[in-house]
């Protein structure tokens, strides 16, 4: 019986085939007891805690957080025994090891890590499956993914069939040295872009449109869909050429949230995920992209005096209803009259956007983050508010996938939630405009000859001064400041 | 009044005949044993009918053993489906109290048809705890015997047990099994989702023309999965009952007291053959639906919190500690026991065999079948042609 016991990702939900790893609870080397909550993992139905299958000492981790891993994949190896000595000898294989001790949590321990099943004849189950099962009408769906079947006798030997995707370490790291390696094959890591090669490119109907509307060659992309098909965020992706902005964000551990000093006083943070991605983009953007900012201070009392009408209504009864609604909307509106500050500098072209990805700067834990909403320009307001709530939530519970944060156009920074009044903000690579959304206050105010408390923001826009010229710049930011000043006759007036 | 309440039932409730003392802001509710564990002498139903217990020491840390083990071993079945054990488990989380109060109610010749989360009302009725694991792990239909347990086996399909228990009910009368104080009576648990459902209002409908010995127990967990109470219901759902010709009683499904007392009542009538009743008990589910469903997708945190407040097992263990029933000495030995429980409830899963594949044949006819031999005959044929073991 092995000591070391390796747990693999279980099928969390009925037929789950992958779940993605959001948090480690638990350190390699550290004491874990029988059911202590080791990891956080989301699948597409829920995120759960995974409590530990046994008590020990966890002796590695498989694979970071952000990771999506296949159900049956190992994740962690836990030390049942750990107080027996070295581990030299210890195998993590199930082959029983005569000269060991056997663990003190026998009974607990009882359970081997199931060798995995040799993976052969992959059929899809729904597709062409070779025993010519077609798609279900009820339940689950047919699975998307290729099944596993057990070798027929006279059979081409299981392994020899097996995609081994490269990059994937299953050696157990003990100390400094690598101690065992696991037998278990097939690493896990899903890659879906390996999904189909050469042939016809897949893509559905809207997407196929999309891309000649955009004039983005479908044979060019590589599909992040289902069997390797090309996608909406694909086909935006491409045209928008944020490739840059795409790259998956790592999670990291809150490095920051414990500050230590050392003697010299000082405390080293190693610049990674975001904080290094942002870094990097801001860098850039500012060096690359010469910046202008501008800014204008609107009485904007009519404006939230809308919002609180608007918040009374029935229909918009559990919509949440923020200034920053409004604020969108009135970019939305501007770039329609101005669609040129929606654009992008390509070199030696400009290329403007008819659709706008909506930015929302937003500050998470795990840093400074830009989801946008996809193509804001053709919601209506009900939907801009779901939409911005939504993003915002996500942002929070820091569950934003790489693709929302992907092909933004245009971006809000709504600093004033941070009480101040407005910034020269830094555009996001591959856009022409940002703008601050500074603190609403009271201030004393010039409003109809008198001086009277009215409700005041400042806000400040920057714009790629390569594209966009200080008359346009001035023309966007002062529509902006209208429609805040008096949304409903901007409203009348524009629409 | 508190949030997950239906916002339609306001009106009606505080037209509702107020019981005594009740619980806060819940004048329908019948309540032996407050949040706090105080204890409520009596407590009158809509229809005046007086409710109150009379347990000795003894049955009161019975009580409590039972909500702390059922706790503790569906805790255990969670983990284990966390870690692969099981394909699926349906937490009773937070509903001890309506499922040991009702399952310690029951006499030995009463009949129960359960759901598939019954897992309190099973271990009450003696039942073996390890035997819903072993379908949900997948390895057989479930093993008991329902007639010797007089538990029928779990019903995945929603509703459909109380069609079942109403025929069963019917068939108590038809065998001249009512009207005695040693009778016989029938229970159908089922959930708030369920009375949508026309099974349960076809049972409604039987149960109450055919007057059956039957007690339909809805332990209302204000989510039908994911859908509020508001999208089940516009009238408490005990009130349903006076539609169809019959009595219907909230009770505190939080209070193992109250719920007890209620339920006893009822199968009484029942037995007595005075008909059919809807007991509504009023509880939450404070886990997820099932292991697949993720509750914080759509319900808040504060609402979990307020019911928090009202614990099943917390009350019960003020009350034993405010009595002097039971002493430091015993939680702990109740802790300790169920923590033992659950550790041999883990390592039998573990132990459990993986059924042959050909067993499938063996429990569909009694006395078998040509064409179900020449079925099996195929089969293991097909099962020898694989590599390895035939398993």
Redesign the interface.
């Known amino acids: 019986m092995s000591r070391i016991k390796t747990?693999?990702?279980?099928?969390?939900?009925?037929g789950l085939t992958e779940g993605e790893i959001l948090t480690w609870l638990v350190k390699v080397g550290d004491t874990i007891e029988?059911?202590q909550p080791i990891v956080e993992v989301e699948t597409a139905?829920?995120?759960?805690?995974?409590?530990a299958?046994w008590a020990g000492q966890v002796q590695a981790i498989h694979h970071p957080e952000g990771t999506t891993v296949e159900v049956g994949a190992p994740i962690i190896a836990i030390d049942t025994d750990p107080g027996a000595g070295p581990l030299d000898a210890v195998s993590t294989t199930a082959t029983p090891s005569s000269d060991l001790p056997t663990p003190s949590a026998a009974?607990?321990a009882?359970?081997e890590v199931a060798p995995a099943e040799g993976m052969v004849e992959p059929g899809l189950i729904g597709g062409a499956a070779p025993g010519g099962r077609t798609a279900v009408l009820v339940g689950y769906g047919p699975r998307t993914t290729a099944a596993k079947r057990?070798?027929?006798?006279g059979?081409v030997p299981a392994q020899a069939t097996a995609p081994t995707p490269a990059g994937v370490d299953h050696a157990v790291v003990v100390g400094d040295k690598p101690a065992m390696t696991t037998t278990i094959p097939a690493p896990q890591v899903l890659d879906r872009r390996n999904g189909v090669s050469g042939g016809a490119v897949l893509a559905k109907p809207p997407v196929r449109k999309l891309a000649k509307d955009l004039g983005v060659d479908l044979g060019t992309l590589t599909g992040s869909g289902p069997l390797g098909s090309i996608t909406r965020e694909d086909v935006e992706q491409a045209a928008s050429g944020a490739v840059a902005a795409a790259e998956p964000i790592a999670v990291t551990a809150a490095a920051t949230s414990a500050a230590s000093f050392g003697a010299d006083r000082e405390q080293r943070i190693p610049v990674k995920g975001v904080r290094k991605l942002t870094a990097e983009n801001m860098s850039r953007s500012a060096f690359t992209a010469p910046h202008v900012t501008e800014f204008l201070t609107v009485d904007v009392t009519r404006a939230m005096k809308a919002l609180d009408r608007l918040r009374g209504r029935r229909e918009w009864r559990d919509v949440r209803v923020s200034p920053l609604l409004l604020v969108a909307k009135a970019v939305l509106l501007a770039v329609q009259r101005h669609p040129m500050v929606n654009s992008t500098w390509a070199g030696d072209e400009i290329v403007v956007k008819e659709y706008v990805n909506l930015g929302i700067a937003a500050a998470t834990e795990r840093g400074l983050i830009v989801p946008n909403v996809k193509d804001a320009g053709r919601l209506s307001l009900r939907e801009l508010a779901d939409a911005l709530t939504d993003l915002v939530q996500t942002a929070k519970s820091g569950r934003t996938s790489p693709a929302a944060m992907s092909g933004g156009t245009l971006t809000i920074t709504n600093v004033g939630v941070f009480g101040v009044d407005t910034g020269t903000p830094i555009l996001p690579p591959g856009e022409s405009a940002i703008l601050a959304f500074g603190a609403v206050r009271e201030m004393p105010w010039v409003h109809k000859g008198k001086v009277k408390v009215r409700q005041v923001t400042t806000l400040g826009l920057s714009f790629d001064h390569r594209i966009i010229d200080g008359e346009l710049g001035s023309k966007f930011l002062r529509d902006i400041g209208d429609f805040l000043t008096d949304p409903e006759a901007a409203l009348l007036a524009w629409t | 009044m508190a949030k997950g309440d239906p916002g339609g039932t306001t009106r009606s409730r505080r037209a509702a005949p107020r019981s005594k003392k009740g619980a806060a802001g819940d004048p329908a509710l019948v309540q032996l044993l407050t949040p706090e564990g105080e204890r409520i002498d009596s407590a009158t139903g809509p229809d005046g009918t007086e409710y109150r217990v009379d347990f000795t020491d003894e049955e009161y840390r019975g009580l409590y053993r039972d909500l702390v083990l059922v706790r503790k071993l569906d805790a255990e079945a969670t983990a284990l489906q966390r870690q692969g054990e099981l394909g699926l488990w349906a937490s009773l989380l937070g509903q001890e109290a309506a499922q040991v109060g009702s399952g310690r109610a029951l006499r030995t010749q009463d009949m129960a048809f359960p759901t598939y989360r019954e897992h309190g009302v099973l271990y009450c009725r003696g039942i073996d705890p390890i035997m819903p694991l072993g379908l949900f792990r997948g390895v057989d239909q479930g093993g008991w015997d329902p007639n010797e347990f007089k538990f029928n086996m779990y019903t995945i399909v929603i509703g459909a047990q109380t069609l079942h228990a109403t025929g069963y009910a019917m068939g108590i009368t038809i065998d001249g099994k009512t009207g005695t104080d040693d009778g016989e009576a029938a229970i159908a648990y089922f959930g708030d989702g369920a009375t949508s459902q026309g099974d349960v209002n076809e049972a409604f409908v039987w149960a109450s023309v055919f007057n059956a010995p039957l007690v339909f127990f809805c332990q209302n967990n204000q989510y039908a999965i994911s859908e509020p109470l508001e999208r089940q219901t516009r009238v408490p759902l005990y009130q349903r009952a006076a539609g169809f010709g019959f009595p219907g009683v909230r009770v505190d499904g939080n209070d193992v007291l109250a719920t007890y007392a209620v339920t006893r009542t009822a199968l009484d009538n029942a037995r007595l053959g005075q008909g059919p009743s809807l007991i509504e008990a009023y509880t939450y589910r404070m886990g997820a639906h099932t292991t697949s469903d993720d509750p914080t997708r759509y319900r808040i945190a504060s609402e979990v919190e307020a019911w928090q407040a009202k614990d099943p097992i917390a009350r019960v263990k003020a009350f034993l500690e405010k009595q002097q029933i039971a002493d430091a000495g015993f939680f702990a030995e109740v802790d300790e026991q169920a923590r033992r429980e659950s550790v041999h409830l883990r390592e039998r899963v573990l132990e459990m065999p993986n059924p042959e594949p050909v067993t499938m044949f063996d429990h569909v006819y009694p006395n078998g079948s040509p064409l179900l031999d020449e079925q099996r005959a195929k089969f293991s044929r097909y099962m020898e042609s694989f590599e390895g073991s035939a398993h």
């Open positions: 747990f693999n990702l279980p099928d969390l939900g009925e029988l059911n139905k829920a995120a759960v805690e995974i409590p299958k009974s607990l009882a359970v057990r070798p027929r006798k059979a």
